[in-house]
């Protein structure tokens, strides 16, 4: 129920401002929001240490995030087929706050499969003597929803364990990716990283022919009795984003050639302090896959190997192989 629920009850004959209607509405409110999934825990780190780890979503609660975590703004989360959602980073408070309001929301397992949508995440950080205390609620998320015993238990893994090792130990237990994914940093400008990541000839090793730059070009990657694939262009936003989907797919190395085929290869470039991170996700190929290994491997010795190097140095890369 919400605050709005509560209010429904007071009868439409009522006066609204009569007084200990008043105090029903208040007191109702008051039980429902000590309903709220409520995590609490202390460490000897300082605030910005515990205000850090948290806005590090990826370290703790998923690999498989979409968009920055530390500003504000949306990123995407997802779990298998089973959990999705958008959230929107609202409130950020160094050593202090953190808020996010979930935009959109999606769950295989309950009959209300938006019943995250329109909640609020909150984390509150404040001195308690030596120690830091670190106040998680989501708010809105109460006994209620059908998903409240899943998810209240899944909170407590993630907060009470995931983020407090992090926090701790430096090392939290996201769950794990299921697709590709690479990140490094070099000290060019995103716009030097844009310009390398469009130059595919200089970085991927292989035969590459059509047009490389421009969003809504196509252009395909060829290794003779090896690997064929065509690329699309989908995305092209000038030192922040490059997108690629796969048409067209042809691994002679593996049972299924078409693997690759609607899988999506992305690029995020963004200002971390004073050096610029290259985040590198290919979506969709995941770890049952067959060609898993040998490709993942492949990235990176591309990704972080030539990729980087061109970045940093503005030559093309040798053959890694």
């Not at 949508?117 to 909150?122: L, S």
């Not at 996700?281 to 492949?298: I, Q, R, V």
């Amino acid at each position: 129920m919400t605050s709005a629920g509560a209010r429904s009850f007071i009868p439409a004959h009522r006066d609204p401002n009569d007084g200990r209607l008043r105090r029903l509405t208040t007191e109702l409110e008051g039980k429902m929001s000590d309903q709220n999934y409520t995590a609490v825990f202390l460490v000897d780190q300082t605030p910005e240490a515990a205000f850090a780890a948290i806005n590090n979503v990826r370290g703790w609660w998923s690999e498989e995030i979409d968009g920055r975590t530390d500003q504000l703004g949306e990123f995407k989360y997802r779990y298998q087929d089973i959990h999705r959602c958008t959230i929107r980073i609202t409130e950020l408070v160094p050593g202090k706050k953190v808020v996010w309001h979930v935009v959109d929301n999606y769950f295989n397992f309950v009959k209300d499969k938006s019943e995250w949508k329109d909640t609020n995440i909150v984390f509150e950080i404040a001195k308690k003597g030596d120690k830091t205390e670190v106040r998680f609620t989501h708010v809105g998320l109460v006994p209620a929803y059908e998903c409240y015993g899943v998810c209240s238990d899944a909170w407590g893994t993630y907060i009470n364990g995931s983020l407090h090792n992090l926090i701790t130990k430096g090392k939290g237990q996201p769950n794990r990716s299921e697709q590709i994914a690479l990140a490094f940093t070099v000290d060019q400008t995103p716009q030097e990283a844009f310009q390398a990541i469009n130059d595919v000839r200089s970085w991927w090793s292989g035969e590459v022919e059509g047009d490389t730059v421009k969003s809504g070009g196509e252009f395909s990657y060829r290794v003779a009795g090896v690997h064929y694939s065509r690329q699309k262009i989908t995305e092209s936003i000038p030192g922040k984003k490059v997108v690629w989907h796969v048409t067209e797919a042809k691994l002679d190395f593996v049972k299924d050639k078409d693997e690759w085929k609607g899988t999506d290869i992305v690029f995020e470039i963004a200002k971390k302090g004073a050096k610029t991170e290259v985040r590198f996700t290919h979506k969709g190929l995941a770890s049952a896959f067959e060609c898993y290994k040998d490709c993942s491997n492949a990235w990176g010795m591309l990704v972080n190997g030539n990729l980087r190097r061109r970045i940093a140095t503005g030559k093309p890369q040798p053959s890694p192989w």
